[in-house]
């Protein structure tokens, strides 16, 4: 059994497991008190409230709260657990203590079913609510609108956050794809040793870590002396568990992380968290050097929003970089795709773009792997080595791209080609046939600035065990690092996704003439012909033209346009996207018919329960109910495409209902006809029985395109073609405004 790490039991061997979410301690700079509804009662507390109010903590466990606040500041604190908590705090607090009462700030959440109220130093803030906060941001905002590049922006931003709270130090330290990650931006005082451009290593900041800054974006430490304050009791007698303090804003920090900090001469600390698609990207780093420091509540909120805003701005930020680069890459692609709807043989028109196709992702090699014959253009390994090589990387492939700026490490027989292979991009074609584009960079020699050597120091004890301690020295400290190419820009990589689009099209194009030829299809092949034909020829070129030009229109003449002018080029790019759903909702129908089943056993208990999870992950606010009334039988079939039916219709149960609770059964009938009969029983909205034989119908729908959360229409008739191919049949029977039941039979 692994054993819970937390504040009292980590070091630097098991820092990566602690559950920093649970110390069982808080800050001293403020009082923490667990409540259970509906009287608030007071059922868990930090110990110092016999130093800050005078009451020994037995005084006050489970005494309700208005032992030490007036019915109207309960009533604040209440409004606030109605989900009205981020406007509310800080709720300004009269505490009753001894001798008299003191103001705090109150902060308020709910989670995991209780009640935290904090108490932290009141702001003294003549200013309150909205007008104070948007003073303290509209300039920062302003500025923020006014960047063009991402540079600029991360300027800005440790700029305006050290003004608004003083910091010796701010910087921005982002992420690398190793969880490594350097400083790119830095605003100090002039005296202190500069860090920007300083390389830190990934056990810095250990994993734990990480997921909590996705959770709580703000996180403060005063004074990085301090003596972490016990909650009493230990558990909480409500869940018979540590508190847990996700989102507390006094929560105690990890020991390795403040003495880390010691160790780099830092007296206070707060960070930002900075996201990028959900995915935390950076850190707006505060250090303060000189003393001790508390930031009231409402400037830190404020720091907390800029952050927010900031992450925002990261993507398009990062667009504007190197945009000439850009542009020249897209018009190599332009190029390439033009060349590739005009031939008839795909390995050759690649062949004969070599020149073209490596300077695509910028590479210096490129290896063309097609059912089986390989083409090597540049510098290369050889071909034994590339089929090797294959053979290792296609299991690292998610998502049709895979690359590395440093393949020996994860490949160690590319030691011996390292002079023209230390960098790999590959683009998966397809799985099934194992056709790939492989393209390689040499070597590059490059020197690393660390801020301290980022190997952890060591010590061997009497006993002959090995102790581990937090770096001491952040000096910088140079590192050559070999076995390394250039990183393969996010530009570079986007390129060669685009890429496997072209070669679809052409594929899809050789198809369709093939198909027309052979009068002899069966129906899913003519739906694919009629599809590659209209998806080649006559939508998706013009269409990707008709999006990237209004694309570079909307960058390159904002400015000039007006309003109207913006909103139509804005209105044009959503139609060219809608259309390219349409059209890969198409393609998806079309490999219906032709791809093979990987049949295998369902145990369709545990599948039903995944789809269920997911759901109810991704529509939170929606109450629904699913009935399972007798356990479901294990079948044999493709796991993907019989999951696909289930949550297509599951969905479409949750989708077209108004009502609360969302009723949803799912069960097996044995019929005469079938040993099992699934179906899947609403409360929705129902359908009219005019419509009952046109649901089915490919883009046919019964609503208004924008309602029910739009759609392309297609999904029914997927689930149709799934059941098809498993030799089963679906129908429905439906009640208008009662609900409907779907059912179907799948032939194992």
């Known amino acids: 059994m692994n054993e819970t790490v937390t504040a009292t039991n980590v070091d630097l061997t098991n820092c990566d497991r602690e559950q920093i979410e649970i110390p069982g301690s808080i800050q001293p700079h403020g009082i923490l008190l667990s409540l259970q509804e509906p009287d608030l009662k007071i059922v868990q507390l930090s110990r110092n409230v016999e130093n800050l109010l005078g009451f020994l903590p037995d005084e006050l466990l489970g005494k309700p709260l208005d032992y030490l606040l007036n019915s109207e500041q309960i009533e604040a604190v209440r409004q606030g657990l109605s989900g009205n908590f981020e406007s509310l705090n800080p709720i300004p607090l009269s505490v009753q203590s001894r001798p008299q009462a003191q103001l705090f700030d109150g902060i308020v959440h709910y989670y995991q079913g209780l009640v935290i109220l904090e108490l932290e130093p009141p702001s003294h803030q003549d200013d309150e609510g909205f007008p104070y906060f948007y003073r303290l941001t509209k300039r920062t905002i302003t500025l923020f609108q006014q960047a063009q590049t991402l540079p600029e922006l991360c300027s800005i931003i440790v700029g305006e956050i050290r003004q608004l709270t003083g910091f010796d130090r701010v910087m921005i330290y982002k992420f690398n794809e190793d969880d490594s990650g350097h400083v790119i931006a830095e605003d100090k005082l002039e005296e202190l040793e500069p860090y920007l451009g300083l390389h ?25 002396n301090y003596q972490s304050v016990a909650l009493i009791p230990e558990n909480n007698p409500l869940t018979q568990k540590p508190l847990d303090l996700s989102f507390s804003v006094l929560r105690s920090v990890s020991p390795i992380h403040m003495e880390y900090l010691k160790n780099m001469g830092v007296k206070a600390a707060m960070s930002i968290s900075l996201l990028k698609e959900n995915k935390l990207w950076g850190l707006v780093a505060c250090h303060h050097e000189s003393s001790a420091k508390y930031v009231p509540y409402e ?26 680069y850009k542009i020249y890459l897209k018009n190599i692609q332009s190029q390439i795709t033009s060349s590739l709807s005009s031939s008839d043989d795909l390995l050759n028109v690649l062949l004969n773009l070599e020149d073209k196709l490596l300077q695509l992702v910028n590479a210096t090699g490129v290896a063309i792997y097609l059912e089986g014959d390989l083409k090597c253009r540049g510098q290369t390994p050889n071909e034994d080595e590339i089929k090797n090589l294959i053979d290792r990387i ?60 980022p190997d952890k120091p060591t010590q061997i004890e009497a006993d002959g065990s090995l102790t581990v301690f937090p770096r001491k020295s952040f000096n910088k400290w140079q590192e050559t690092v070999r076995l390394k190419s250039l990183p393969w820009q996010d530009c570079e990589i986007e390129n060669a996704q685009e890429l496997k689009s072209s070669i679809i099209n052409f594929v899809l194009r050789r198809a369709s003439e093939l198909f027309e030829l052979n009068s002899q299809l069966t129906r899913s092949n003519d739906e694919l012909d009629s599809f590659a034909y209209i998806a080649s020829h006559d939508l998706k070129e013009p269409l990707r033209g008709i999006h990237n030009y209004s694309t570079f229109l909307l960058e390159d003449y904002e400015n000039i346009l007006d309003d109207e002018g913006r909103q139509k080029l804005q209105t044009l790019i959503k139609l060219t996207q809608r259309m390219e759903d349409l059209i890969n909702t198409l393609l998806h129908f079309s490999r219906l018919g032709r791809q093979e089943l990987n049949r295998q056993p369902i145990d369709l208990n545990l599948l039903v329960k995944n789809v269920s999870e997911v759901l109810r992950i991704s529509q939170p606010n929606e109450l629904i109910e699913i009935n399972i009334p007798h356990s479901l039988p294990v079948i044999s079939g493709d796991h993907i495409l019989v999951e696909e039916v289930f949550t297509n219709l599951i969905s479409n149960a949750v989708k077209y209902n108004h009502n609360s609770p969302k009723l949803i059964e799912i069960g097996c009938l044995k019929t005469p006809e079938h040993p099992c009969t699934f179906y899947i029983r609403d409360n929705g909205i129902g359908i009219r029985e005019k419509h009952l034989d046109a649901i089915f119908k490919i883009f046919k729908r019964l609503h208004g395109r924008d309602r029910y959360g739009g759609g392309t229409g297609a999904g029914l008739t997927i689930v149709k073609k799934i059941i098809d191919r498993h030799g089963g049949k679906i129908w429905i029977e439906s009640q208008y405004r009662e609900g409907s039941t779907f059912y179907f039979t799948l032939n194992s």
Request: aromatic share 10%; glycine share 4%.
């Open 200 to 224: 830190y290593p990934a056990t810095d900041i250990p994993l734990p870590a990480r997921k909590l800054y996705k959770l709580n974006y703000l996180r403060l430490i005063p004074d990085v």
């Open 299 to 324: 400037i830190r909120t404020a720091c907390e929003f800029l952050g927010q805003v900031m992450s925002l701005q990261i993507i398009s930020k990062e667009q504007n970089d190197n945009l000439d």
């Open 394 to 453: 296609k299991l690292q492939i998610h998502g049709s791209i895979y690359h590395t700026d440093s393949l020996p490490k994860v490949y160690p027989s590319a030691l011996n080609f390292k002079d023209r292979a230390s960098g790999l991009l590959v683009l998966e074609i397809t799985k099934l046939q194992a056709n790939y584009i492989l393209w390689f960079r040499p070597e590059v020699i490059q020197s690393v600035n660390w801020a301290g050597n």
